[in-house]
Nanobody, 117 residues
Framework: QVQVVESGGGLVQPGGSLRLSCAVS????????MGWYRQAPGKQRELVAS???????NYADSVKGRFTISRDNAKNIVDLQMNNLKPEDTAVFYC???????????WGQGTQVTVSS
C-alpha cells in the first residue's frame, strides 16, 4: 500500500522560512515524478514545484527564486524549502507522486502553511 505523508507546515511571519517534507512508502520512489501543490481557500489547487526522476525541476512563476524542491531517493523523501514567505503563500500544501509508467497517482493529505504577522 502506497503512502504519501507530508510534514513541516505551520505558522510563520512574512519573510520567514519553512521546510516541508514528503515521505513516500510502499513503492519504488525513484520511479515517481514528485510534485508539491497548494490550495488556498476559494481557489483551485495549483502546482508549486515538481521534480522528475532525473531531478529536473520546475517551478510556478510565483515561487521562483524563493522555493527549492529536492529529492532523496535513498530516503524516499521530497522536500520543499520555502524562503521569503509571503501572506499569499498561505494554503494547504499537498505532495503528489506520479508514476512514470502506468499512470498511477498518489496524494498526501496536506499540511497547512500560514504566513501571517
Amino acid at each position: 500500500q502506497v503512502q504519501v505523508v507530508e510534514s513541516g507546515g505551520g505558522l510563520v511571519q512574512p519573510g520567514g522560512s519553512l521546510r516541508l517534507s514528503c515521505a513516500v512508502s510502499g513503492t519504488i520512489f525513484s520511479l515517481y515524478v514528485m510534485g508539491w501543490y497548494r490550495q488556498a481557500p476559494g481557489k483551485q489547487r495549483e502546482l508549486v514545484a515538481s521534480i522528475d526522476t532525473t531531478s529536473f525541476t520546475n517551478y510556478a512563476d510565483s515561487v521562483k527564486g524563493r522555493f527549492t524542491i529536492s529529492r532523496d531517493n535513498a530516503k524516499n523523501i521530497v522536500d520543499l524549502q520555502m524562503n521569503n514567505l509571503k501572506p499569499e503563500d498561505t494554503a494547504v500544501f499537498y505532495c503528489k507522486a506520479a508514476a512514470v509508467v502506468g499512470g498511477l497517482v498518489y496524494w498526501g493529505q496536506g499540511t497547512q502553511v500560514t504566513v501571517s504577522s
